[in-house]
């Protein structure tokens, strides 16, 4: 899955004509990005699974603390979505 995840990505960003753009986000170098992908992956692998599965099984249950969670999570994400396409 692993492999599979970084070989769609690289051909996404080929396709796209996006491959050879250095900075994807402008102030977070190559390895800040790592790390992070690292620590997120630890986190998800420390709770049993994904931040978004976990708030969107809590959502769909109508736990009132995963809705807030989950209006926190995707709230911020969506902004910065939209705000870099």
């Known amino acids: 899955m ?10 996404s ?3 796209s004509g996006q491959f050879n753009d250095p900075i994807l986000v402008p102030g977070i170098g190559s390895w800040r990005g790592i790390g992070g992908g690292v620590l997120l992956m630890f986190g998800a692998r420390l709770g049993g699974g994904c931040t978004s599965g976990h708030g969107l099984t809590g959502f769909a249950n109508l736990s009132v603390q995963s809705i807030i969670f989950t209006c926190c999570m995707f709230g911020p994400g969506i902004v910065v979505g939209i705000s870099y396409n």
């Open 2 to 11: 692993l492999f599979g995840t970084i070989l769609g990505s690289v051909t």
């Open 13 to 15: 960003s080929m396709l």
